[in-house]
C-alpha cells in the first residue's frame, strides 16, 4: 500500500459524525430553510442546547435577565447568531482534536477555523454575498483533513519541509508531492463521506486552489482568503505556518481593497475574542427548558 | 517565574522582575519589546495593522491594534513606568508574509515600515530585529535581565 493509499483508508474509518450534527450542517446549505427548522433540531440535542443557551448567557452579550430557551435566543440574539452558535459548538464538541504533525493543538485547530469562519462571514456581509450558512460552516471545517493527514505529517515531516523550502511549493503542494494527497483533498473526502453538502465539500478540496476547480463560486474564493489572511496574521498556525499562497484572482473576482481587509481584520479580532470566552465554562441556568 | 501572554492588540508593561512577556503565532503581527536596564522596567506590544486611519473608535478602544498608536502607547506606558525613553533597548520580531506575496495585502511590510517611521520620530533604534520571511514567531522579553528571544519552526530559538 503507498501512501495515498493508506491515507484514504484511514479516512474512510476516520469517525462519523452525530446524526444530528449532519442535519444541521446540511441543513446550512440551504438557503431556502427556513432558520427556525435550526431549533428544531438543535432542540434533540440537550449538549448542543446547553452550548446554545451558555453562549446566549455569557458575558459578551451581557443580558441582566438569562436566556432560558432557543425560542427565546433566537428572539433576543437573531435566528442567525443561534445557527452560528449552534455549528460553531457542533464543531467545537467534535472535532477539537489536535493535528500533532502540524504541531497544531486542539485549540489552536480550533482558533483557527473559528477564525476563518468570522472572516469568511465578515467578507459575506461586506460583499452582500449569498448563502452565508455554507461559507460559514465550510469555513469552520476547511482543515478537517489535518486531523487525519497529522499522523502522515508527522513521519514525513522533514521530508516534506525540505521540498517547501527547496523547491518554492506551498505545505499542501509539497504533501501532495511526498504523501501523494494534500489536506484538503484529505477534508474533502472526509466530508463527502459524512454527507455534506457539495459546495460545502468544494469549500474544502479548493481551500487553498480556487483555481482548480471547474466551477468557481464566491464561496470558495471567500473561504480561501479568508483562510489565507488568518494565516498571515497567524490566527491558530502549526508549523506548517506562512507557507500558503494567497490566489490574486480570488481577491480580484472579489474586488477586495486593502482597505476593507483591514476593516475586516480589525473586527474580526473583537469578536474572536468575544467567541472564545463564549466557549469558555461559564454556568448554564438552572432551568433549561427546550 | 510569571508568564504574561501578550495577545493580539495588547500592550503589557512591567516592573516586576519575575515576569516573562510572551507574545506567540506572530505572523503579519510586529512584536516589539521595549526595556530600561537600569529602571529594569519592560514592555511588549503585538500589534496586527500599521494605521489606525481606517477604524479610529476601534483604535481609542484598543490603541494596540494598530501600530500608529499602540507603539506611542507603549513608549507612553513604559515611561510613565520609571523607564527613560534614552536608556530603551528596542527589539523587533514578526512582519511574516504569504508566500510569493506580491498582492493587495503586503500587511507585514507595512506593519514594519510604520515602527520605523515612529522609532524615528522619538529618535529610538531598532538594537535588534528577526523580521520579514513565511516564518510563525515566538517572542519572549525576561524582566529580569531584559534577554530578549525569538522561537520559529524551523530556525530553533535565538537570541536577539
Redesign the interface.
Known amino acids: 500500500m503507498n501512501i495515498r493509499e493508506s491515507v484514504v483508508s484511514k479516512v474512510t474509518s476516520f469517525p462519523t459524525l452525530p446524526y444530528m450534527a449532519q442535519r444541521l450542517l446540511s441543513l446550512t446549505n440551504d438557503p431556502e430553510a427556513d432558520l427556525s427548522e435550526i431549533g428544531k433540531i438543535v432542540q434533540y440535542d440537550p449538549a448542543l442546547t446547553a452550548n446554545v443557551l451558555k453562549a446566549a448567557n455569557s458575558a459578551f452579550l451581557g443580558f441582566s435577565k438569562p436566556v432560558e430557551s432557543l425560542t427565546e435566543a433566537s428572539f433576543r440574539i437573531g435566528t442567525n447568531w443561534v445557527f452560528q452558535i449552534a455549528v460553531s459548538s457542533l464543531i467545537y464538541s467534535n472535532l477539537r482534536v489536535p493535528a500533532e504533525g502540524y504541531?497544531l493543538s486542539g485549540e489552536d485547530l480550533w482558533r483557527h477555523s473559528l477564525a476563518v469562519a468570522l472572516m469568511a462571514e465578515n467578507l459575506c456581509s461586506l460583499l452582500k454575498a449569498e448563502n452565508a450558512g455554507a461559507v460559514f460552516t465550510g469555513a469552520l471545517v476547511h482543515d478537517i483533513g489535518k486531523i487525519a493527514l497529522s499522523e502522515f505529517v508527522a513521519e514525513e515531516y522533514e521530508t516534506i519541509?525540505k521540498v517547501v523550502t527547496k523547491n518554492?511549493f506551498?505545505f499542501e503542494e509539497a504533501e501532495e508531492k511526498i504523501l501523494g494527497v494534500g489536506h484538503a483533498e484529505v477534508g474533502a473526502i472526509i466530508a463527502e463521506n459524512w454527507r455534506f453538502p457539495k459546495p460545502i465539500v468544494d469549500i474544502i478540496r479548493w481551500h487553498h486552489h480556487p483555481e482548480g476547480t471547474e466551477e468557481p463560486t464566491v464561496g470558495i474564493d471567500i473561504v480561501h482568503v479568508a483562510d489565507?489572511?488568518c494565516?498571515?496574521?497567524?490566527?491558530?498556525?502549526g508549523?506548517d505556518?506562512?507557507?500558503?499562497?494567497?490566489n490574486?484572482d480570488s481577491?480580484l473576482r472579489l474586488k477586495?481593497?486593502?482597505?476593507l481587509?483591514?476593516?475586516a481584520?480589525?473586527q474580526v479580532?473583537?469578536s474572536l475574542?468575544n467567541f472564545e470566552d463564549m466557549f469558555t465554562d461559564k454556568p448554564v441556568p438552572n432551568k433549561v427548558r427546550m | 517565574m510569571a508568564l504574561k501572554i501578550v495577545g493580539i492588540s495588547e500592550i503589557y508593561v512591567s516592573k516586576n522582575p519575575t515576569d516573562e512577556l510572551v507574545a506567540h503565532s506572530l505572523g503579519s503581527c510586529i512584536g516589539l519589546t521595549v526595556y530600561d536596564p537600569v529602571a529594569k522596567v519592560g514592555g511588549m506590544i503585538q500589534y496586527m495593522l500599521p494605521l489606525s486611519k481606517i477604524a479610529p473608535a476601534k483604535a481609542k478602544d484598543k490603541p494596540g491594534m494598530f501600530g500608529d498608536t499602540g507603539v506611542p502607547e507603549l513608549l507612553r506606558k513604559v515611561c510613565d513606568m520609571g523607564a527613560s525613553k534614552e536608556r530603551l533597548i528596542v527589539k523587533a520580531a514578526g512582519g511574516s508574509e504569504l508566500l510569493d506575496q506580491n498582492n493587495l495585502f503586503k500587511i507585514g511590510e507595512r506593519n514594519y515600515l510604520v515602527l520605523r517611521k515612529i522609532l524615528g520620530i522619538n529618535n529610538i533604534l531598532i538594537k535588534a530585529e528577526d523580521i520579514g520571511g513565511n516564518l510563525s514567531r515566538t517572542l519572549k522579553l525576561e524582566l529580569s535581565t531584559g534577554r530578549v528571544t525569538v522561537k520559529s519552526a524551523f530556525g530553533g530559538v535565538i537570541e536577539l
Open positions: 504541531e519541509q518554492n506551498s489565507s489572511l494565516l498571515m496574521q497567524g490566527l491558530g498556525i508549523r505556518g506562512l507557507q500558503y499562497r494567497c490574486n481577491i477586495l481593497s486593502n482597505d481587509i483591514e476593516v481584520f480589525s479580532v473583537s475574542s
